[in-house]
């Protein structure tokens, strides 16, 4: 089973920016599509980013598109998550994940029930 664990996370005024990584343990991580989710407070966990297994294709979320950037490095068993231009709307718990299906049709990369493996979650907040 794969463990994960995010760090990165922390306090940044609005317009700063932040990098979350995610390391991976117990499976090499290019064997999965990797994502990151973010769960605000008082609302549902949402999809954020996905990027898949080689790293050549990269998903985002409308909220997202322009201001993140999400990487990998298979040799070093990570994935990052490059926040630019943050907002308060930002603040929430980030997570990684990783899934195993092999499509990458958009519900199998944007449903958290599709990601079997999940790292504790990093705390970003954004002031204003």
């Known amino acids: 089973q794969v463990q994960l664990e995010e760090s990165g996370g922390g306090l940044v005024q609005a317009g700063g920016s932040l990098r979350l990584s995610c390391a991976a343990s117990?499976?090499?991580?290019?064997?999965?599509?990797l994502g990151w989710f973010r769960r605000a407070p008082g609302k549902e966990r949402e999809f954020v980013s996905a990027?898949?297994?080689?790293?050549?294709?990269?998903y985002y979320s409308d909220s997202v598109k322009g201001r993140f950037t999400i990487s990998r490095d298979n040799a070093k068993n990570t994935v990052s998550l490059q926040m630019n231009s943050l907002k308060p709307e930002d603040t929430a718990v980030y997570y990684c994940?990783?899934?195993?299906?092999?499509?990458?049709?958009?519900?199998?990369?944007?449903?958290?029930?599709?990601?079997?493996?999940w790292g504790q979650g990093t705390q970003v907040t954004v002031s204003s």
């Open positions: 990027i898949n297994r080689s790293g050549a294709n990269t």
């Open positions: 994940a990783a899934n195993p299906t092999l499509s990458l049709g958009r519900y199998y990369l944007e449903t958290e029930s599709q990601y079997t493996g």
């Open positions: 117990g499976r090499t991580l290019s064997t999965y599509i």
